[in-house]
Nanobody, 127 residues
Framework: QVQLVESGGGLVQAGGSLRLSCAASGRAFSSYSMGWFRQAPGKEREFVAAIRWLSSLSYSTSYTNSVKGRFTISRDNAKSTMYLQMNSLKPEDTAVYYC?????????????????WGQGTQVTVSS
């Protein structure tokens, strides 16, 4: 069982930055693929970024097109924490951001690839 807690959300002006954190409890964090999803009001939850487990201490990152070059996903296995550094934020990035963990090693953009979810953290970008 893995429990995930997001933090770091808030209100920021367009062009600003935020760093989200996802703290995980439970065992074997390093062997999980991790992802960030977001859900804007009235919209479906969508994939943002993932850091996918490939082999021991080897990972692959991926991003949805709209955040490439602006967002960076990373993880610190010693702290059992994943991060999402968000720069050059835009009003369309406003959403509740969720972190997720799973054992799948592919299809990282698909919600069903993940077994555990956090409660979400609100990110609001003002214009």
């Amino acid at each position: 069982q893995v429990q995930l807690v997001e933090s770091g959300g808030g209100l920021v002006q367009a062009g600003g930055s935020l760093r989200l954190s996802c703290a995980a409890s439970g065992r074997a964090f390093s062997s999980y693929s991790m992802g960030w999803f977001r859900q804007a009001p009235g919209k479906e939850r969508e994939f943002v970024a993932a850091i996918r487990w490939l082999s021991s201490l080897s990972y692959s990152t991926s991003y949805t097109n709209s955040v490439k070059g602006r967002f960076t996903i990373s993880r610190d296995n010693a702290k059992s924490t994943m991060y999402l550094q968000m720069n050059s934020l835009k009003p369309e990035d406003t959403a509740v951001y969720y972190c997720a963990a799973g054992r799948a090693t592919q299809a990282e953009a698909v919600m069903t690839s993940y077994d555990y979810w956090g409660q979400g953290t609100q990110v609001t970008v003002s214009s």
